[in-house]
Antibody, heavy 120, light 108 residues
Framework: EVQLVESGGGLVQPGGSLRLSCEGSGFTFSLHAMNWVRQAPGKGLEWLSYITASGAATQYGDSVKGRFIVSRDNVKNSLFLHLSNLRDDDTAVYYC?????????????WGQGTLVSVSS | EIVLTQSPGTLSLSPGERATLSCRASQSLGDNYLAWYQQKPGQAPRLLIYDVFYRPAGIPDRFSGSGSGTDFILTISRLEPEDFAVYYCQQYSRSPRTFGQGTKVEIK
């Protein structure tokens, strides 16, 4: 069974930093691209970032480009998102989402999410 | 950026009725790279349809997708109680990948 488990969320002050993690199991993590998607409270879904299976290529949405960095450790079956210079409007549930293949933009499985709250 | 506009915002129907949800793209998705997700309160989204038409394993056949170009439809042939939820379309044809704003299917 494919499982994605996010962690690392919490309360952080504006301007602060945080690192989110996502551990995958039940599949060969190193063969799949991965994404981060977020959802602000009561709002819709926003795609944030993408990383290929090898980690060689990354992409970002405009709202987080230059502030968030995606990375992965295929030995530890883990995906990371480093969030910096956080703003109030970064408050959201952050989901990791599996791509269906090594460099595919199509996604299938989602984790349950981790909540990031940005507030002073 | 491709903007996806979903309509209606809310659909009020009774169990057993047919639901028709629309997703319109601001640019043509010639490669048909469009998906539909279902989200229930407090849960992560679940993939229902990919590449406009295809259902992943385990998705009931009462869910179907259609459309091409800029206009896409998700149809739920007969609503079951567990189908009342919010539905999102997403395009993965061009970056940034974008989602529609969602359609809430509520019990009438």
């Amino acid at each position: 069974e494919v499982q994605l488990v996010e962690s690392g969320g919490g309360l952080v002050q504006p301007g602060g930093s945080l690192r989110l993690s996502c551990e995958g199991s039940g599949f060969t993590f190193s063969l799949h691209a991965m994404n981060w998607v977020r959802q602000a409270p009561g709002k819709g879904l926003e795609w944030l970032s993408y990383i290929t299976a090898s980690g060689a290529a990354t992409q970002y949405g405009d709202s987080v480009k230059g502030r968030f960095i995606v990375s992965r450790d295929n030995v530890k079956n883990s995906l990371f998102l480093h969030l910096s210079n956080l703003r109030d409007d970064d408050t959201a549930v952050y989901y990791c989402v599996r791509g269906v293949a090594a460099d595919s933009w199509r996604a299938d499985y989602w984790g349950q999410g981790t909540l990031v709250s940005v507030s002073s | 950026e491709i903007v996806l506009t979903q309509s209606p915002g809310t659909l009020s129907l009774s169990p057993g009725e047919r639901a028709t949800l629309s997703c319109r793209a601001s640019q043509s998705l010639g490669d048909n790279y469009l998906a539909w997700y279902q989200q229930k309160p407090g849960q992560a989204p679940r993939l229902l349809i990919y590449d406009v038409f295809y259902r992943p394993a385990g998705i009931p056949d009462r869910f179907s997708g259609s459309g091409s170009g800029t206009d896409f439809i998700l149809t739920i042939s007969r609503l079951e109680p567990e189908d009342f939820a919010v539905y999102y379309c997403q395009q993965y044809s061009r970056s940034p990948r974008t989602f529609g704003q969602g359609t809430k299917v509520e019990i009438k």
